[in-house]
């Protein structure tokens, strides 16, 4: 618990309002149900997809909520060196997660995107300028698997 007492500025996972400690999310950074950090943002992808249109991402944990068509587009962070972030597609649909121009992921060639599915987890990290190295990558099938859990249901 980092002492903020209610107006975290520390970015290490305080509930907020009420100075509690929140339910750690992704790397830490995150409050309750992952959204109450100011690390946090949750986004639409841009809908007809490409890297030069993707929705701009400016925090840490990125939580993708909305893809109307298949491959619409999120950007990532800048490739600079000790910046990291995740996303989580929550969605239904995959979404592509681009680099910014001139730079890739992992694996991936100069400017291409990574195509998340629903329920996935990708974690990136940038040990160079210019490359994103994938620290983590999970999938779970999110939207079927929580239309099957009666409230109060435990993941196991």
């Not at 509690?20 to 149900?33: L, V, Y």
């Not at 949750?42 to 490409?50: D, E, K, R």
């Amino acid at each position: 618990m980092c002492g903020c007492k209610g107006k975290c500025t520390c970015n290490k996972g305080c509930k907020g309002d009420k100075g509690e400690p929140g339910i750690q999310g992704a790397k830490g950074n995150a409050g309750a149900n992952g959204v109450d950090s100011p690390t946090s943002q949750i986004v639409t992808a841009h809908p007809s997809g490409g890297q030069s249109g993707a929705t701009v991402t400016t925090a840490n944990n990125v939580f993708i909520d909305t893809v109307g068509t298949i491959g619409d587009s999120v950007l990532t962070l800048a490739a600079v060196v000790n910046n990291s972030q995740s996303f989580q597609n929550r969605s239904g649909k995959s979404a592509n997660i681009y680099p910014p121009v001139g730079a890739r992921i992992e694996g991936i060639a100069i400017n291409s995107p990574f195509p998340l599915p629903d329920g996935a987890n990708l974690s990136i990290y940038c040990y160079e300028t210019g490359v994103f190295v994938i620290t983590e990558f999970e999938t779970l099938p999110l939207s079927s698997a929580n239309a099957n859990l009666a409230i109060g249901s435990n993941w196991i």
